[in-house]
């Protein structure tokens, strides 16, 4: 079909809509519902009864994420609009539909906190970990006892569809999603494009948002999915905080701390947290390769183990100001610190084809890393008198320094052991100063009562200048290896508009089709130079990003919903930077400037099915991608390992996915979480040797428990099965990971208790192999621990919020 044809389709579908709309003389009261700080309520039930028959609902529906309700098709009469919450008092307003007034909007209907029905009720019941929205999931962090420890990437492990590997890099659906904190690109978790998840702390965040197939208001970059990290904010009036501590061991011990406090006011709300961990590690790693063409050196052996201590520290500054009802200003400040000590000793045995000794050699590498992100945000939201109809600015600022300083001592070995010859030394470093710049508006207008048009303009300035030096020991001197030092500098500007229309037809709170269509066009500006050698890449590009998803809700609130989106995965900054990393020096890896991005189209179907208790979520995908980039190894006739990611031909992706939630019995909740995905990759380089078809599937299982008054225990089961790479596999990877929590001081304390990977079976590995070579590798880091915490509320809504992601699982 062609453009000309989706076009004059799309426009008939939306006169059919807005016909639909005004087919019918019935009116619709549209109002919204606020708490006494102004700040919107969700799940508020809203109906309307006869004025003289109180007790018979005419119609009904609840309040969207932002407060807003709609009630239509109303005939002509005089009725009683009812407003109540479980919590909250009850709100009974007159009001009259007539020929003279159809469409009726109420002013703001603030709803007040009943604390005496607060007092007499008592939850038993535990809540779901894990809920569907139109656009995707969210996982409330509060939920996950199992991972109350770390960073962001542990609070993932148990997130549904994500994978997370060893090293703490995230997957969706088989590619790097990209990852938003509270809905924009950030840099607290980097300025790259491949956001570093272990340096958020988990205890900054209040919740995660899953969007498997995003629409044309986000950005293009978002090939494998977006995952947006909503953090922490209290907005309760009057000064309020807490604070929490913990401790824990595994091999070796590990750290934790955090406090917020916060004072709000009607027109200010001032908040400061900190948060911190401290952490350290051990790991060994085993590899064995087999190099077919190098008879003196068949046989190479590799012996590794790592100490590496690891802190974290995190302050935020937020500071609201609301002078009226229709507008706000937000700024924001964040400092984020990560330091890291890595102390790794390298063993190196080569032997014949006959198994005849041949070289032995010890390599250690002391790698101190030390890295600061500071950025500021400010927002300002502009309401107007129609409860959907919304203005907001934001622009924002990060900048990255990274210093990196290794130190590398060779020493040979003889066959048995002992050092002969003199050390030889090696020094590196690799400096990094980056920044990313975000600068929005966005606007969304009320199409009567049959829909919304959102549009905007989003701007993202990235620049990067790479440092890279190495030096070898020369007469007791260090002398600089020209050949491999150099500067590599990047500069990246994407300037997008986006246009997208949402209609339904019914109502809107509940309407029986709903459908969303947009186009979002990008212009890419982007170079890149590696000076003293000269070499120049310059890369400018322009393209549309059309999409669009069909909703389809049954009586019971389930609902259907097929969705379309061309997306794009431009390389991050670390498989761009050419400087190859020699720590381990027969196994070298480095980026490639000439990575140009991939392409995608997404077709994704899903059902959603709410049951009596519990419900499921099935998902068909299917993704064909041109350009894909995968990592590959070459092998030399030295005996050197050379990966490097490069583009491949086209490439298609077909996965399902499920998620089920069963509640048996009021103290036991289940959520199980099966995906699998199917790659094939249909063209490459002949010259090339490539594993055309990879499968991978995982599976999830989360067991909650409330077996005794203010107590809580979470049981928790990953398998990740082996996952296909284009010239081998990663071997599967299955732990198990136990929480419990009480509360104790009368609701305000709570003490924590984790034990992650409790069998030890949580480790990684690869079989690779090529025409010259078969490769087996495996790490083992000390997963296995057991964690203790306690924290304190004080005039705090955080009480339910305060116990979550105070350890880290490596």
Same mark, same amino acid.
């Given at each position: 079909m062609s453009c000309k044809k989706i076009e004059w389709h799309m426009l008939?579908?939306?006169?059919?809509?807005?016909?639909?709309?005004?087919?019918?003389?019935?009116?619709?009261?549209s109002g919204k519902v606020v708490d006494k700080n102004s700040h919107p309520v969700e799940f508020v039930t809203i109906f309307i009864s006869g004025k003289n028959d109180s007790e018979k609902v005419l119609n009904g529906t609840i309040s969207d994420s932002v407060g807003t309700f709609l009630l239509s098709n109303i005939p002509d009469g005089e009725y009683l609009l009812n407003v109540q919450m479980v919590g909250f008092r009850k709100i009974t307003l007159r009001t009259a539909i007539d020929e003279k007034n159809r469409k009726i909007t109420l002013p703001l209907i603030v709803i007040e906190t009943d604390t005496a029905t607060l007092a007499r009720v008592e939850v038993t019941a535990i809540r779901n970990m894990i809920r569907k929205t139109d656009e995707g999931l969210v996982m409330d962090a509060t939920e996950n006892l199992t991972q109350i420890g770390g960073t962001a990437a542990d609070l993932l492990k148990n997130m549904p569809f994500v994978m997370v590997s060893s090293e703490g890099s995230i997957t969706l659906r088989g590619k790097t999603p990209l990852v938003l904190i509270n809905g924009r690109v950030s840099g607290i978790g980097g300025t790259d494009r491949s956001v570093n998840l272990e340096q958020i702390p988990a205890s900054s965040i209040d919740r995660i948002e899953i969007i498997s197939n995003p629409s044309s208001k986000y950005n293009a970059d978002a090939e494998g999915g977006i995952i947006n990290?909503?953090?922490?904010?209290?907005?309760?009036?009057?000064?309020?905080?807490?604070?929490?501590? !913990?401790?824990?061991?595994?091999?070796?011990?590990?750290?934790?701390?955090?406090?917020?406090?916060?004072?709000?006011?009607?027109?200010?709300?001032?908040?400061?947290?900190?948060?911190?961990?401290?952490?350290?590690?051990?790991?060994?790693?085993?590899?064995?390769?087999?190099?077919?063409? %190098?008879p003196n050196e068949y046989y190479l052996a590799q012996r590794r183990s790592d100490k590496r201590t690891i802190q974290n520290q995190m302050a935020r500054?937020?500071?609201?100001? $609301?002078?009226? &009802?229709?507008?706000?200003?937000?700024?924001?400040?964040?400092?984020?610190?990560? !330091? *890291?000590?890595?102390?790794?000793t390298l063993t190196n045995t080569t032997e014949t084809s006959e198994k005849d000794f041949t070289n032995r050699y010890r390599r250690h590498s002391n790698e101190i890393r030390r890295f600061n992100t500071a950025e500021?945000?400010?927002?300002?939201?502009?309401?107007?008198?129609?409860?959907?109809?919304?203005?907001?600015?934001?622009?924002?600022?990060?900048?990255?320094?990274?210093? *990196?300083?290794?130190?590398?001592?060779?020493?040979?070995?003889?066959?048995?052991?002992?050092?002969?010859?003199?050390?030889?030394?090696?020094?590196?470093?690799?400096?990094?100063?980056?920044?990313?710049?975000?600068?929005?508006?966005?606007? $969304?207008?009320?199409?009567s009562n049959i829909g919304s048009i959102e549009t905007g303009y989003k701007g993202i300035v990235r620049a990067l200048?790479?440092?890279?030096?190495?030096?070898?020991?020369?007469?007791?001197?260090?002398?600089?290896?020209?050949?491999?030092?150099?500067?590599?500098?990047?500069?990246?500007?994407?300037?997008?508009?986006?246009?997208?229309?949402?209609?339904?037809?019914?109502?809107?709170?509940?309407?029986?089709?709903? $459908?969303?269509?947009?186009?979002?066009?990008?212009?890419?500006?982007?170079?890149?130079?590696?000076?003293? &050698?000269?070499?120049? @890449?310059?890369?400018?590009?322009?393209?549309?990003?059309?999409?669009?998803?069909?909703?389809?809700?049954?009586? &019971?609130?389930?609902?259907?919903k097929l969705s379309y989106s061309k997306r794009i995965n431009r390389p991050a900054f670390g498989q761009l930077i050419p400087f190859p990393d020699i720590t381990d020096s027969l196994n070298i890896h480095s980026g490639n400037p000439n990575l140009k991005p991939e392409l995608a189209h997404s077709i994704d179907l899903s059902y959603n099915h709410f049951l009596k &208790?519990? !419900?499921?979520?099935?998902?068909?995908?299917?993704?064909?991608?041109?350009?894909?980039?995968?990592?590959?190894?070459?092998?030399?006739?030295?005996? @050197?390992?050379?990966?490097?990611?490069?583009?491949?031909g086209n490439a298609e992706t077909y996965g399902l996915e499920g998620i089920l939630s069963y509640n048996p019995f009021n103290f036991w909740t289940i959520n199980i979480n099966i995906s699998s995905y199917y790659l094939h990759i249909e063209n490459t380089d002949p010259m090339i040797n490539v594993q055309r078809n990879q499968l991978t599937y995982f599976a999830k299982l989360s067991n909650n428990f409330s077996l005794w008054k203010n107590g809580r225990i979470q049981l928790t089961g990953n398998y990740t099965s082996p996952i296909a790479i284009p010239q081998g596999e990663q $071997?599967?990877?299955?732990?198990?990971?136990?929480?419990?929590?009480?509360? %104790?001081?009368?609701?305000?304390?709570?003490?924590?208790?984790?034990?992650?990977?409790?069998?030890?079976?949580?480790?990684? !590995?690869?079989?690779?192999?090529?025409?010259?070579?078969i490769y087996k590798r495996f790490s083992k880091v000390d997963t296995r621990a057991i964690m203790f915490a306690f924290g304190y509320t004080f005039k705090s809504t955080f009480k339910e919020k305060l116990m979550e992601n105070k350890f880290k699982n490596d």
């Open positions: 008939a579908l939306m006169l059919l809509l807005y016909n639909l709309s005004y087919a019918q003389d019935a009116g619709s009261i990290l909503i953090l922490k904010k209290n907005t309760e009036l009057g000064t309020n905080g807490a604070f929490a501590v !913990g401790a824990g061991f595994g091999d070796r011990y590990r750290l934790n701390g955090m406090v917020m406090l916060n004072h709000k006011t009607e027109k200010w709300n001032i908040g400061i947290g900190y948060d911190n961990w401290y952490t350290t590690r051990t790991r060994r790693v085993n590899g064995d390769r087999i190099q077919l063409n %190098i500054l937020d500071i609201d100001y $609301i002078p009226d &009802k229709k507008n706000s200003l937000t700024f924001g400040a964040t400092w984020l610190f990560q !330091g *890291e000590d890595n102390h790794e500021g945000l400010l927002a300002y939201t502009r309401r107007f008198d129609h409860p959907d109809q919304l203005l907001t600015f934001n622009i924002s600022t990060a900048f990255d320094y990274d210093r *990196e300083n290794t130190l590398i001592t060779t020493q040979t070995l003889s066959q048995q052991n002992s050092e002969t010859g003199d050390a030889f030394l090696q020094k590196t470093h690799n400096y990094e100063n980056s920044s990313i710049s975000n600068f929005s508006v966005d606007y $969304i207008q009320p199409v200048d790479n440092d890279f030096l190495r030096q070898n020991q020369v007469n007791s001197n260090f002398v600089t290896d020209t050949s491999n030092t150099d500067l590599f500098n990047f500069n990246e500007q994407i300037h997008a508009i986006y246009a997208q229309f949402t209609g339904w037809i019914g109502d809107k709170q509940s309407p029986k089709f709903k $459908i969303t269509a947009g186009l979002r066009a990008e212009q890419v500006l982007n170079k890149a130079n590696i000076e003293v &050698k000269s070499y120049n @890449v310059k890369n400018d590009y322009f393209n549309l990003f059309p999409s669009g998803n069909l909703m389809y809700y049954t009586q &019971k609130e389930n609902f259907i &208790k519990g !419900g499921f979520i099935a998902s068909a995908f299917y993704r064909k991608t041109s350009r894909a980039i995968l990592s590959y190894t070459v092998l030399d006739s030295n005996g @050197v390992a050379f990966s490097q990611p490069l583009n491949f $071997i599967a990877v299955y732990f198990v990971d136990m929480g419990a929590q009480q509360k %104790i001081m009368k609701g305000q304390g709570r003490l924590g208790l984790t034990i992650t990977d409790i069998f030890n079976t949580q480790k990684s !590995g690869v079989r690779t192999s090529d025409s010259n070579f």
